[in-house]
């Protein structure tokens, strides 16, 4: 069956830098997503990596080896606001969409 | 990136009654999806809605369950029948291009709680 692997919690230091890791074995793969769930609202789009290394986009990067099935998010400078779930998603074989259950992301001052 | 709107954004439904929600996307689209998400948990998703025929359905879902309409590229309906307390959920609508890199865009949701 299809996979995908996250923890479920979190907490880390306002200021500091956290990285959730994401593990998955799917059918195939074509492409790898990060989204940002903020409590009560829709899940947003942080990253997309389709080839292996890291990507970065302002405080936030992604980090994918595909030989290992694996992925990081990396967010640094942790702000209050970035308390929110984390969805890791990878794209099969079919084009389908398979979603981790995320990760729940506590900021603390 | 794509506009999505939902209605309604939230709605109390007695046992045994139906609801559909409606979700409206600001330019056309290729992919149409519907999701449910329990609260605390991730994306379930419920079909893909294609236009001008019948829905795909995921395992666990059937059309007389959960009819979809799509009739054109910019509008799509997903219809909750014969409600149970379990069905109390976020119904979310998602929309995206077929390119493998293209990623979704969410509408803001539907809230829904059957009593």
């Known amino acids: 069956g299809q996979n995908i692997d996250q923890p479920t919690e979190m907490t880390a230091t306002e200021g500091a830098i956290v990285q959730i890791n994401c593990t998955y074995q799917t059918s195939g793969f074509n492409g790898l997503f990060w989204y940002q769930q903020h409590a009560g609202e829709a899940p947003t789009f942080l990253s997309y990596?389709?080839l292996d290394g890291l990507e970065e986009k302002g405080r936030f990067s992604s980090f994918l080896s595909r030989s290992k099935g694996y992925s990081y998010l990396l967010l640094k400078e942790l702000q209050m606001k970035d308390s929110a779930s984390y969805l890791c998603?990878?794209?099969?074989?079919?084009?389908?969409?398979?979603w981790g259950a995320g990760t729940k992301l506590i900021i603390k001052p | 990136s794509a506009v999505i709107s939902q209605k309604p954004s939230r709605d109390i439904c007695q046992r045994g009654t139906s609801l559909t929600i409606q979700c409206q996307v600001d330019?056309?689209?290729?992919?149409m999806f519907w999701y449910r998400q329990q609260p605390g948990q991730s994306l379930t998703l419920i079909a893909t809605a294609n236009q001008g025929s019948e829905a795909t359905y995921e395992s666990g879902f059937v059309i007389d369950k959960f009819p979809i309409s799509r009739p054109n590229l910019t509008f799509s309906t997903l219809t909750v029948s014969n409600m149970s307390p379990e069905d109390s959920s976020i119904y979310l609508c998602?929309?995206?291009?077929?390119?493998?890199?293209?990623?979704?865009?969410f509408g803001p949701g539907t809230r829904l709680t059957v009593t």
């Open positions: 990596n389709v």
């Open positions: 998602s929309v995206s291009g077929t390119s493998g890199s293209d990623e979704q865009y």
């Open positions: 330019s056309q689209v290729t992919m």
């Open positions: 998603a990878v794209r099969d074989r079919d084009y389908q969409l398979i």
